[in-house]
């Protein structure tokens, strides 16, 4: 155990923080800090520029070669990368489908035609949308209804997707469609890849509680879809739902605890501002939340040692690894509340001179933290089940 | 940083959970609340590893945590943890057992520096059985005496021993140390105790999760209860993260890294807060059977609930973090 890593890795730190000087644009930086919210487009060009520029420089996503976007990094200088550019809030893509899970499930299930999309879903150039959530499949993902049958070459799709992300700007889906509805739930799904301009497909977006709309509803009437469109084998996509960056799955946790530690030491400058810094309760809940960070950074960091020597959790990661997700989005929460209480009655103001005052929005936002990707409650049934090795439920 | 053990340390954490497990059974740990000397034939083997005190933060914290997980009684933690630091610091030779005299009257830990100028000194762990006491006094300064007499204080934990004493005034002459040099050695005493209690505190969500697996109502394992799973999970996090908190805290001391002050807070507070925390719930879903003397689960409780009121609560490492985040130390 030590705290630094090898002359390479950290030559290759400083080489990430050479490039981000010289090429990251000035929306990027400190983006969750001062975000945009009245940007025109979900998805601004600066955005897109910069993605691209990552690719080109084999800065996307860095343990890929360089045709995918990446440079061969060693995991350590994966992780590396991704705390560097949590430790200044630079977002490498503001939709995450395409490069994270959109692109390496082609790249693993996909035919060479199929492959060959990936570069333009990591770059960018082909904005994706998954289609996973229905009205009745939330956490029970495996209960979802959309039917694709198949009518001679193409399969035709009728039903109704929600929370789907990105939908409104999204050229491809990655649809998750029920193939069989005779069979147990999870052997009668497959996946589709779907153009969102097709005849029958009506994106509606959805508003958010804080306002603005990120996400959408999409029906589908009669969608036709060529049978050359299906990702991996039929009835066979209920596996393709674990897809994600296989050689990133040491650090997913990186940009979220990074996150709850940049907004500790924000709440520590509110107290100070607001005078409340010799106030007993307050310091006590900023220390018990500064403990509570640190130690879950360092659970992240230790997860990833075990990584390469220890059991795995069942879907790649460390079993430390399995409580990331449930502990950040929790304590984000509490802490975007505490900003909130630390104003005091400013805390409610949303206009006027209060409006630099973001606590309530980001409060409100925090919430796709804890329910998205799996609710805490479900993260509590998966630690239970897979790390514990409880019986599962009746 | 990196947190995967060297091939010496994965040997080390292994032979202390082998040498633990064969020699410190509960039964040991039952027998020397009655009678201490039931441990003599434990610290033979432990003795062995004494100068664990000396070198790594890591590598002790790795002994200590199995010792933990088992209760361990005897002179072990104290010459370990506290005693020999003290003496290298001094530049003095240890003698083979020892303990450190730091907590006053009020039974703080001066952690800040500032020694109780009050003849009583608390919560001296092992006092009556060792071969040294080095006593804190103002200055600071360090009073190594080979006998006095020491008072037993009843505590919560019949597993380890704790004993109030009289610092002998004018009779022997104080020996200089640095402020820092004292932090640094208090902060090692409380990173060591933390990974005692996240031993503790695993061992208690061990035996709690195997009792759920195995305890059947409604013809069912209640550990199938998502109630039952939920309070499970977290009592798991809580676990898991003050462990990775302790082995930080323990490479920032070894490092002496500026950000080891903080550290060893937060290591202590997050041990103490996830070993409390496993007890209160692993008690609770034990059950009846957990409320009886016979199970061996209150012995537990009591050693995860008397070390976190050791060497500053939770609430008191939260209160010096805050200075440090707030600059309103001193």
Redesign the interface.
């Known amino acids: 155990m030590q705290l630094s890593w090898s002359a390479e890795d950290e030559a290759f730190r400083a080489a990430l923080a050479r490039f981000l000087e010289e090429h990251c644009p000035p929306e990027a930086r400190e983006y969750t800090r001062h975000p945009d919210v009245d940007a025109p487009s979900i998805l601004p060009e600066w955005a897109r520029e910069w993605q691209a520029t990552l690719f080109d420089h084999g800065w996307m996503v860095p343990g890929y070669p360089p045709e995918l976007g990446g440079r061969n990094a060693t995991p350590v200088q994966t992780l590396i990368y991704l705390e560097e550019l949590a430790a200044r809030d630079i977002p490498r893509s503001l939709h995450f489908p395409g490069y994270a899970i959109v692109g390496p499930s082609l790249l693993e299930f996909g035919n060479a035609d199929q492959r060959a999309m990936a570069p333009a879903a990591i770059r960018g150039d082909t904005v994706w949308c998954i289609g996973m959530s229905e009205p009745n499949a939330g956490s029970d993902l495996a209960g979802l209804q959309t039917r694709a049958a198949l009518d001679g070459d193409d399969f035709v799709v009728n039903g109704q997707k929600v929370w789907t992300s990105y939908a409104m700007v999204a050229d491809k889906c990655m649809c998750y469609v029920r193939t069989n509805p005779d069979v147990p739930k999870h052997k009668g799904i497959s996946v589709l890849i779907v153009d969102v301009d097709t005849p029958g497909i009506d994106v509606r977006p959805i508003r958010h509680i804080t306002g603005p709309a990120e996400f959408a509803e999409v029906f589908f009437t009669d969608v036709r879809v060529p049978r050359a469109n299906l990702l991996g084998e039929l009835d066979a996509g209920w596996r393709i739902t674990t897809g994600s960056l296989a050689h990133e799955r040491g650090g997913l946790w990186v940009g979220g605890v990074a996150r709850c530690r940049a907004t500790v030491d924000e709440l520590v400058e509110v107290a100070q501002r607001r005078g409340l810094e010799t106030d007993p309760g307050i310091r006590r809940d900023i220390a018990a939340v500064y403990e509570e960070a640190t130690s879950l950074w360092a659970l992240g960091h230790k997860g990833f040692a075990a990584l390469s020597s220890g059991p795995s959790d069942g879907a790649g990661g460390a079993p430390e690894h399995s409580y990331m997700k449930l502990a950040y989005s929790e304590l984000l929460r509490g802490l975007f509340e505490m900003g909130m209480e630390l104003e005091g009655p400013f805390g409610a103001v949303t206009g006027g001179d209060g409006a630099d005052m973001v606590w309530w929005r980001r409060f409100f936002a925090s919430f796709a933290g804890t329910i998205a990707g799996g609710t805490s409650e479900i993260q509590r049934n998966i630690i239970a089940q897979r790390v514990l090795g409880l019986p599962r439920g009746a | 940083?990196?947190?995967?053990?060297?091939d010496e340390?994965q040997l080390l954490r292994e032979t202390a959970r082998g040498l633990l497990a064969k020699e410190c059974p509960i039964s040991l740990v039952r027998d020397h609340a009655e009678d201490p000397s039931s441990a003599q034939g434990l610290w033979k083997h432990l003795s062995e590893w004494v100068e664990l005190g000396d070198g790594s933060l890591?590598d002790l914290c790795l002994f200590l945590e199995q010792a933990g997980e088992v209760l361990a009684p005897g002179p072990f933690f104290a010459t370990t943890a506290l005693y020999r630091p003290l003496m290298a610091a001094l530049g003095r030779t240890p003698a083979e057992t020892g303990t450190i005299a730091a907590a006053g009257a009020s039974g703080q830990w001066p952690f800040t520096g500032a020694v109780d100028g009050n003849r009583t000194r608390t919560f001296v762990i092992e006092a009556d059985a060792v071969d040294e006491t080095a006593i804190l006094v103002p200055g600071p300064g360090v009073i190594v005496t080979t006998s006095l007499p020491a008072r037993r204080m009843e505590t919560l934990d019949t597993t380890r021993r704790v004993f109030e004493i009289d610092v002998p005034m004018g009779e022997h002459s104080a020996e200089p140390l640095s402020p820092e040099a004292l932090r640094d050695v208090l902060d090692r005493g409380a990173v060591a105790l933390s990974a005692e209690l996240v031993g503790t505190a695993r061992r208690i969500l061990d035996m709690t999760?195997a009792y759920?697996?195995e305890r059947v109502q409604f013809d069912?394992?209640i550990?199938?209860?998502?109630a039952?799973?939920?309070k499970?999970?977290?009592m798991?996090?809580d676990v898991?993260?003050?462990?990775?908190?302790v082995?930080?805290a323990?490479?920032?001391v070894d490092?002496d890294?500026p950000d080891r002050h903080?550290?060893v807070?937060?290591a202590k507070?997050?041990a103490g807060?996830a070993a409390t925390h496993a007890a209160k719930d692993g008690i609770q879903l034990h059950g009846g059977i957990g409320y009886t003397w016979e199970h061996d689960l209150h012995l537990f409780m009591r050693r995860a609930y008397a070390s976190e009121y050791l060497m500053g609560t939770s609430?008191w490492?939260?209160?010096r973090?805050?200075d440090l985040?707030?600059g309103?130390a001193g």
């Open positions: 940083m990196n947190f995967a053990l060297s340390q890591v999760v759920a697996k069912r394992p550990g199938s209860f998502q039952v799973q939920h499970l999970a977290d798991a996090l898991e993260r003050a462990t990775a908190a082995y930080y323990a490479m920032t490092a890294d903080r550290a807070h937060v507070a997050a807060r609430a490492h939260h209160e973090l805050a985040l707030f309103t």
